[in-house]
Structures are given as structure tokens and as C-alpha cells.
């Protein structure tokens, strides 16, 4: 079970990583507002993934073992961080309000400020599922804390889900097909952070926690290759997209063909 689950978790994290390298080399290449934000949106999104397969091989959580907790503080801000940069680059296609901006930005901030001073006061026993870390005292329920991120993380990610898709739709050709890879991917990962609050709330069984935990794990593996298919397309993705929209060779084929 170790097995599978460190495979795919890395499956996802490579792709990720392969998807901030590419929006990276695109940045430095164009030199535009617009990669520029793809750039660090997917670049700390790769990161995030990269230092979640980490943790998952150097920590085995079934046996209680936790990762030191600044880098459980750095994941965190550096997802929270990339979610504010994914809504940026969502901004560079449907303008938003200066007054959204700011709200975002505090609410990122305070994000991250939370994440510092709430501490773990459960974990995950593989004999008996989720139970009490003793000696822990935070200002609001743990349980609730993870709520609110869970609630955060879902509104965040199905607006980037939604918006993509009415935009990929009001679209054509290459354009159409991306903002639709993109709104795909998005929506898994909502659906994902839909899963989880049946872990926290309601005492699952060890069986419903490890059938929602493969779930979850398996449909983020989707969601990968669709986002990295939407942001960063291979070439032979748009020579099928090209061939398609003009029932034929793609354009550039046809002009050396002629040459």
C-alpha cells in the first residue's frame, strides 16, 4: 500500500514540477505579466507537490512520524501563496476589482499567519484512525482551523474551475482546449478537497479513511496532466488542436510543404 501511494505521489509531483520548469523557461523567454504570473503560480505549486513526496518518503505517517514543523509551515505558505498566484493569473483574463486584489492578498496573509500559530492537536493512528495529540493548546479548534482552509481552498479552486471554463468557452481553436484543460484539472482538485473533510469530521472508520485517501490520491493524479496539458502543451497537443480546427495539416506544415 506504501508502495502505490509513494508511486503516484510522485507521479503527481514530477508533473507538477515538470509544469512550474516549463512555465519557468516560457517566463524567461516572453517576458510578459502573463507568464510571469503562470511562472510562480506553477512554479510553488510544483514546489509544494515536490516537498509533499518528500515528506511522504523520508516520514511514514503509519508509523507517527511527523516532518519537522517548519517545513510543514513552509509547505503551507507556499501553497497558500500559489493559490494568490494562480487567482493573479486568473485576473490577467477576467480583470478583477482592486478591492478583490486586496482581499485576496489579506486573506493569504492571514493564511499564512494562522498556519503559524495553529499547532496539530490530532493525528492519524493506523490502529485507531484519527485521535488527540495530548498537551496542545490553540486558540480555536484544530478541527475548525482545517475546516476553514478546507472551505478556503475549495472556493478558491472551484472559482478558478468555473471561470476558466465560461472563458475557455467563449473561446476558440488552442485557446478553447487549454482554458478547458485548465478548468478540468481545477474542478479534480475541488473535488479532492471535497473529500477531506469526511477524514476530520463525523469519526470515519480506518477503512472509509483509507478508500477516501486513495480516491483522493488517485483522481489528484488526474488532475495533474490535465493542468500541465492546459498551461503548458506540448507541441504535438497543439498540431492536434491545429489539425482539428482547420481540417487538415497544421498551418506551419502546410506553408514548408509549399516552400
Known sequence: MRTSQLTTTYIQALIFAALGIRCVVAYARERDRRSADLAWAAGLFGLSSLISAVSSTIWDQTLLEEPPRALTLLSSAIIFVSI???????SDFIPFPKWVHGIIIAATA??????????PDIRFDPQRGIVPIPGVDNPISYRAYIGYVLLYLAVAFGVLA????????RTAGLARYRMLFIASGFFLLFVIIG?????????????????????????????APLLFLGFAPPAWVRRLVGRADQGGPPLDRRVRGAA
Not at 472509509?208 to 488517485?218: C, K, W
Open 84 to 90: 494568490y498566484a494562480f487567482l493573479r493569473f486568473l
Open 110 to 119: 492571514g493564511n499564512i499567519v494562522l498556519s503559524v500559530i495553529e499547532r
Open 162 to 169: 468555473l471561470a476558466f471554463a465560461v472563458y475557455g468557452f
Open 195 to 223: 473529500l477531506l473533510p469526511r477524514l476530520l469530521f463525523g469519526n470515519p472508520s480506518l477503512e472509509t479513511i483509507r478508500n477516501i485517501s486513495n480516491v483522493a490520491r488517485y483522481v489528484a493524479l488526474f488532475a
